[in-house]
């Protein structure tokens, strides 16, 4: 896929790895609709990207309401053949916490956020890519979903957050081989420590602590790396049901 020919919508694509990558692709010549629940920073990343973006309010959780938002990127973009998953929590906490076990709240709201989420994204994307004129190969779009290196590595404290991602891994094969008939691609991207907004207001100790165990190189990661990841992806039609992993060749440890 040319990335000039890109109609994408980006789930969390206010800040962070969504923004870097809706850059990217308008900086290529695609167009895209910033999907996200903070009205002031999307419609502040929609004015810095000018005429070929836009800003939608939705909730990854809601069916209805994400159905609507890619009908109505849909019609704006003048079609939809890329979809990106960046909207993610943290959902940090132990089981068994100080002050008690977590609540199951807690945990479902994580899993219904990052997992349910990414799901119900793709799937609505998916009903309209194949409807889309096949391309080479017969390619009518791609979905790219954001898991973790917690997904395969997962810390004290992150059994809700891993969890989550981990069933973004695993349902990118059984839903790439589902999509296949219709000439849609699904990869996902397993990225290790970054610089997002997440780490913003960090202790610097913290922070440099977190740079020290990436063996190579020696540093958080660049939003603009994943951007590059998912351009790649974009353009080699080879690539489908499979994780990447960007992390410098960190292996998280136990804490």
């Not at 890329?82 to 929590?89: D, K, L, Q």
């Not at 970054?194 to 740079?211: K, N």
């Not at 990841?229 to 440890?253: K, P, W």
């Amino acid at each position: 896929m040319q990335l000039d020919q890109v109609r994408a919508i980006v789930t969390g694509g206010a800040s962070g790895l969504g923004l870097a990558v809706a850059r990217h692709l308008v900086a290529q010549g695609a167009r895209v609709a910033l999907l996200d629940v903070n009205d002031d920073k999307g419609d502040a990343a929609a004015a810095e990207l000018g005429a070929a973006a836009s800003y939608l309010r939705v909730d990854v959780t809601d069916e209805d309401g994400v159905a609507a938002a890619l009908h109505a990127a849909h019609a704006t973009l003048g079609g939809l053949n890329v979809a990106v998953s960046c909207a993610g929590i943290l959902g940090a906490g132990r089981v068994l916490g100080k002050e008690g076990p977590m609540p199951l709240k807690t945990f479902a709201t994580t899993v219904m956020v990052n997992l349910v989420g990414s799901f119900n994204v793709a799937k609505a994307a998916a009903n309209l890519m194949q409807h889309n004129a096949p391309g080479e190969d017969g390619e009518r779009g791609v979905i790219v979903n954001t898991a973790s290196i917690a997904a395969f590595e997962g810390q004290v404290g992150q059994a809700a957050y891993s969890a989550s991602k981990g069933g973004v891994v695993g349902m990118t094969l059984p839903m790439a081989r589902e999509f296949a008939r219709i000439g849609v691609r699904v990869m996902t991207i397993a990225p290790g420590v970054f610089h997002t907004p997440m780490v913003d207001g960090m202790p610097e100790a913290v922070y440099q602590s977190l740079c020290a165990q990436v063996p190579y190189p020696s540093r958080l990661g660049k939003p603009e790396e994943y951007a590059d990841t998912v351009a790649f992806i974009l353009q080699n039609r080879y690539l489908n049901g499979e994780t990447i992993r960007i992390d410098g060749a960190v292996r998280l440890q136990p804490r």
